[in-house]
């Protein structure tokens, strides 16, 4: 039997890595935009478009999608190919894949900064975009599981399982997540409410954390630090393990985001379980990398691609201790909310997916290209500046996070909250939020750096598009092999496996999910709470298209200092009507739970168009145009019409009616306003805003002695 030849395509993958790094600059960019924008608001240079609620979500979709998302591919695409000894499947996909995957990513830059979000964090992009997401992700699975089909190598490589579970976890999140019902080209509104959407949520956002930045990342690491290191991978059987108690663990995780608030306590105390034991697979994968380069140190040494996979790997290690140490509710209870969570999250980003991205560009792309890479001075150099400035980046938010955690619940001898204004954590950290935009302008100085050292690379080689291999044809196989063990026959049956996969992550699917999206006496009704007036649903759409629930939470947890503070804590029956739910998971600003008749109108108003007149020292932006742009009213009656499908109880017909009473509510407000000598039209959206503002948290009429629990 003869070898037979074939060619690698080369030409997709340096599409990928081009884009990984066009993408990796501007979502970096973006990012220190908005961390200057925490000290320094006027940085959104008064334009509501580039405000820190409207790009922080541009922020997070460039750096995981655009960046993180091409560099999977672009990892994928190489490696599946020399695995399995086969050009990809089809060349007509892969470059749909590549131009689709690209235009979603420009229709975020677009939809994003003019407020069209759904609020859900990591997943903000309206139907249509959903909609085109899955049509692509379905186009890359076609390509992948046509190129194993092809394959000329009997069994899969550990790297192609997590290209599988990947491939199969993240189709699952993304749809059960988009259940939407949209109301017009740009706005839809989730099928769930209040905590069901929470639970939504948080299962889809942790485990897109897992699925999207974690085990396609492990995968990558499986195939390109053994050759990079030339060295095998440490233990096969450590992969084996590694690979099946992650993505079974992994999905049971994510209500450890939700903790101290109205989740059902079951809910909560499953998710801290699993967080605690995910300690062991993601170490056992760090273990399984780190080991792969025993005897291999002094090639380290010299070696900047290496450097970077050891320091991704440790960064690894240290954002998945972390992870499980922060479930734990007494460190939740401190950390949550704080920047701490920023500094870890980072950790990981800048350290594991970023390193990683780098080392591999700095491997992949002189080999496509056959020649040296330019400048490996330039590489050390982005290899230090780029560690000096995740430090600088990590450290300065870990003590503001620990500082804003302690502050807020420290009170007097006298029994009295010490720090009782949100806004002096705020202000006492503003010189740790300067330090981390240094650190992240050291970052992304490193990645251009590396732009340009690639591009020079680039430029003084000739990329191979069609690279010439060979190998020997695959004979089938008996349906059992003498001494074959149960994995080795499940690692060339990719249908198998791909199903075992998916029943693996299900089951803590469905056992999490489905009790409380079912049963309704999970979630308790509270009879004082109604539906939101159409004036306040209107509001509400605009404080989210602000992007506010990216500063301020609407959740008030069950600890004295945040019932002191905010007022009485939150019970699930105050969320059935909110689709989506707000609860938030930062607080930049303070709680808004219980905003509702706190301050009058006139504070909202003067609030609104200059945060610092009421609030001196205040990193809110103004909200000005809210005062001359128009609210639109000819949405109302949809939007409440659609509300009534999600089961909110506006009276049947009401919709006729609905911009009738809204003009009344909102003369009244503006009438008031007047009153205190400030004269707004009530068409206005402040207006609009203000209603809902003084809506929150009034259903609940809590005695005085609420503040004491």
Not at 298 to 322: I, P, Q
Not at 391 to 419: D, H, N, R, S
Request: include cysteine; charged fraction near 15%; glycine fraction near 8%.
């Amino acid at each position: 039997m003869q070898p037979e030849k074939f060619y690698y395509d080369n030409k997709i993958v340096r599409n990928f890595g081009i884009a990984t790094v066009v993408w990796g600059v501007i979502g970096m960019t973006v990012g220190l935009l908005v961390a200057i924008q925490l000290y320094h608001p006027g940085a959104n240079m008064g334009s509501q478009y580039t405000t820190f609620g409207r790009i922080r979500p541009l922020h997070t979709n460039a750096v995981i999608f655009a960046f993180v998302g091409n560099a999977i591919f672009m990892g994928v695409y190489y490696s599946l190919q020399r695995l399995l000894k086969t050009r990809m499947f089809c060349d007509a996909l892969s470059k749909i894949h590549f131009w689709g995957w690209q235009l979603i990513i420009i229709s975020a830059v677009i939809t994003l900064p003019l407020g069209f979000t759904t609020s859900h964090e990591y997943a903000e992009l309206e139907w249509p975009i959903d909609i085109a997401i899955t049509i692509i992700w379905v186009v890359f699975g076609i390509n992948m599981f046509g190129t194993i089909f092809r394959r000329r190598e009997r069994h899969l490589y550990v790297a192609i399982w997590f290209y599988i579970a990947t491939f199969v976890t993240i189709a699952v999140l993304h749809i059960v997540n988009s259940f939407e019902l949209p109301i017009s080209a740009w706005k839809s509104y989730y099928l769930f409410a209040g905590v069901q959407d929470a639970l939504v949520q948080w299962w889809y956002g942790h485990n897109a954390v897992a699925f999207f930045l974690t085990t396609p990342y492990l995968g990558m690491m499986y195939y390109f630090l053994p050759k990079m290191a030339n060295r095998p991978v440490y233990s096969y059987k450590l992969s084996i393990l590694h690979f099946w108690s992650l993505i079974f663990i992994y999905i049971w995780a994510g209500p450890h985001h939700l903790l101290y608030t109205t989740l059902p306590g079951w809910a909560q105390s499953l998710g801290v379980a699993f967080s605690i034991m995910l300690i062991a697979p993601s170490w056992g994968g760090m273990i399984n990398g780190l080991l792969t380069l025993r005897g291999a140190w002094d090639k380290v040494r010299d070696d900047v691609t290496l450097k970077f996979m050891v320091v991704g790997l440790t960064a690894y290690g240290m954002a998945t201790f972390e992870g499980p140490m922060l479930s734990l509710k007494q460190v939740n209870a401190i950390g949550h909310f704080t920047d701490w969570i920023i500094a870890h999250v980072h950790v990981g980003a800048l350290g594991w997916n970023g390193f990683l991205t780098f080392a591999i560009l700095y491997w992949l792309i002189p080999r496509i290209y056959k020649t040296e890479l330019y400048s490996k001075k330039l590489a050390s150099f982005h290899f230090w500046i780029g560690t000096l400035g995740i430090l600088f980046y990590a450290v300065p938010m870990y003590w503001a996070g620990f500082t804003q955690g302690l502050m807020l619940k420290e009170f007097t001898p006298e029994g009295m909250l010490k720090y009782p204004n949100f806004l002096e954590t705020t202000m006492r950290i503003i010189p740790m939020h300067v330090m981390r935009s240094i650190g992240g302008g050291m970052y992304l100085l490193g990645v251009i750096v590396m732009a340009f050292n690639l591009c020079k690379t680039m430029l003084a080689g000739k990329l191979v598009s069609n690279e010439a291999a060979e190998a020997m044809p695959l004979e089938k196989a008996p349906a059992v092999i003498k001494g074959e063990t149960w994995h080795g026959r499940l690692e060339r049956m990719p249908i198998k496996m791909m199903i075992v996969a998916l029943i693996t992550i299900l089951i803590g699917t469905f056992i999490e999910l489905m009790p409380t999206l079912t049963i309704s006496s999970n979630i308790p009704t509270i009879a004082s709470v109604k539906p939101y007036t159409p004036l306040e649903l209107q509001g509400r759409d605009i404080y989210i298209r602000e992007g506010c629930v990216n500063c301020h939470s609407q959740t008030v947890r069950p600890f004295r200092s945040e019932t002191e503070r905010y007022g009485e804590y939150s019970k699930a029956g105050e969320f059935v009507y909110d689709h989506p739910f707000l609860w938030g998971s930062k607080r930049t600003g303070p709680d808004l739970a219980r905003e509702g008749g706190k301050y009058g109108n006139s504070w909202h108003y003067n609030h609104l168009m200059d945060p610092r007149l009421m609030s001196p020292g205040s990193i809110m932006p103004n909200y000005d145009w809210l005062i001359t742009q128009k609210l639109d009213t000819s949405t109302t009656a949809i939007k409440i019409a659609a509300m009534r499908k999600l089961g909110v109880p506006y009276p049947k017909g009401y919709e006729k009616r609905a911009n009738a009473d809204l003009d009344k509510q909102a003369t009244t407000i503006a009438t008031d306003l007047g009153a205190q000598h400030i004269k707004v039209m009530s068409n206005k959206e402040i207006i609009a805003v203000i209603a809902y503002l003084q809506r929150l948290g009034t259903d609940i009429k809590a005695d005085k002695t609420a503040n004491n629990h």
